[in-house]
């Protein structure tokens, strides 16, 4: 075991912690970051430079991964470069309060000591932080004093082969311009390797290349539900399919809202992923609802401001969904920045296909669930937790995880299909729902209600 440690091949307790511990960071990093750019003060400005200094240390760029840090972080390569113990003092040399800033923001002289200030102090005899801490449920700690954060796991960068997030799809384009159209604007987030012929340089496991590009759905349909999903996943897959690019794990990032990405048919949906769409695996991983915001946010408020401000300047008229399409494909494909997005792609669905036979019965304990991975047709593995740091998970073994005591067991459950005019019966508690959301094309829905404030 400890042979096995040396090379680097099994992870020791404490790495594992590093590793969770830094992606907690990365994600509180990134808050901050987000915080202070729209601050626009000159101790704002003071802070994110401090930041920014803070991350780009001697390991981030002695294991290359400061483009991929730079990226995650969304700000310019060249912001996170030069030596970080310079680059605060000459930052900490121009600022007035210089004791009290230094104070703050201490140079820390290992990792350890970095993740340490986040984390309350761990027990007497305590060979780990409390789970609390490491999962920012502790009212005691946190990054609210700014902070650091360590290289990025490589392997997990290697191991996924195509990520995405979404925002909670509808979006309504909020100029006076737009009031009587309704434009769905559903955004995802594309982390893949490169592919030389279309995107100029190659990528491969020892020598990483990854793409990030932002992939719009534009629709004038309004219900973002999970037929919806299922399109933008279908278009994604023929996007894919169009660059020659082959994925066998897809791994999406979601949100956790009951009424879309965890609603049950939208779960069933993923146990259904490798009929569908010929991967070898789907694994979605839900974030806490309000985590989710963020990139995909700002990337969908961008498109918007660009249509509002051509309205502005009369260089088009945007009426319908599709002009919004057809002026967003002409004008707003390329990015100024390629470390942080290479290119956008968009794509128009005039038609959601809701005539499907998926409608799910509900999975139990969904509320604890972060993680499903689709088996085969109809099969899920779920478990509270992901895990992207053992072995057994990156080679999609994750029955034999070696990190249950944290993430929790996996649980094998068999999606049942419930019929068109069961869904009226069968309503759980835990789905908010709508009567339009039980009328489909064969379909008959009776109800009845003694409520007078209801409009059914
Ligand atoms: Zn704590
Ligand atoms: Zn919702
Ligand atoms: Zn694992």
């Given amino acids: 075991m400890a042979k096995l440690r040396q090379m680097n091949i099994v992870k020791s307790p404490d790495e594992i912690e590093n590793d969770e511990i830094a992606k907690h960071v990365l994600v509180d990093v990134k808050k901050v970051l987000t915080h202070t750019k729209a601050q626009r003060s000159k101790d704002s400005l003071v802070t994110k430079h401090i930041i920014l200094a803070a991350v780009s240390g001697e390991s981030v760029t002695e294991n290359r991964c400061k483009k991929k840090l730079a990226s995650k972080l969304e700000v310019p390569i060249r912001r996170l470069s030069g030596e970080c113990m310079k680059q605060r003092k000459l930052i900490l040399e121009s600022t007035h309060d210089r004791a009290i800033v230094e104070a703050r923001y201490p140079i820390f002289k290992s990792q350890a000591d970095m993740f340490a200030e986040t984390l309350c102090p761990k027990g007497t005899n305590k060979e780990h932080y409390k789970t609390e801490c490491l999962n920012r449920k502790c009212q005691n700690c946190g990054v609210a004093n700014l902070l650091l954060m360590p290289e990025e796991n490589d392997t997990t960068d290697e191991a996924i082969e195509v990520t995405w997030e979404k925002c909670s799809a509808r979006e309504e384009i909020q100029s006076s311009y737009f009031q009587r159209t309704e434009v769905s604007l559903h955004v995802s987030i594309i982390y893949r390797h490169a592919v030389l012929e279309y995107d100029g340089k190659d990528s491969t496991t020892e020598n990483p290349n990854i793409i990030k590009e932002h992939f719009f ?20 897959k023929e996007y894919l399919n169009s660059i020659s690019y082959n994925v066998s794990t897809m791994h999406e990032y979601t949100d956790g809202c009951q009424c879309q990405y965890k609603s049950r048919h939208c779960m069933g949906d993923v146990s259904n992923g490798q009929q569908d769409f010929g991967y070898d695996r789907l694994i979605r991983n839900y974030f806490e609802t309000s985590h989710a915001k963020g990139p995909q946010d700002a990337a969908g408020g961008y498109v918007k401001r660009q249509a509002d401000l051509a309205i502005l300047r009369r260089k088009a008229t945007i009426q319908t969904a599709h002009d919004f399409y057809k002026f967003a494909n002409e ?38 669930i972060h993680q499903i991975i689709s088996e085969r047709e109809g099969l899920l593995s779920v478990r509270n937790l992901s895990c992207y740091s053992c072995d057994s998970c990156l080679l999609n073994m994750a029955h034999s995880c070696q990190h249950t005591e944290l993430v929790g067991l996996v649980k094998n459950i068999q999606t049942e299909k419930e019929r068109g005019c069961a869904i009226v019966e069968d309503i759980s508690p835990d789905d908010d729902f709508e009567v339009v959301d039980m009328i489909r094309k064969g379909s008959l829905v009776a109800s009845y209600t003694d409520d007078e404030g209801e409009d059914f």
Avoid: A, G, W
């Fill in 217 to 236: 759905v534009v629709s004038n349909d309004d219900k973002h539900d999970h037929h919806f999903v299922h399109e933008v996943q279908n278009q994604i």
């Fill in 331 to 368: 004008n707003l494909q390329e990015t100024r920045d390629s470390s942080v997005c290479l290119r956008r792609v968009f794509r128009f669905i005039d038609n959601i296909d809701r005539n499907r036979d998926r409608y799910f019965k509900s999975i139990p304990q969904n509320r604890n």
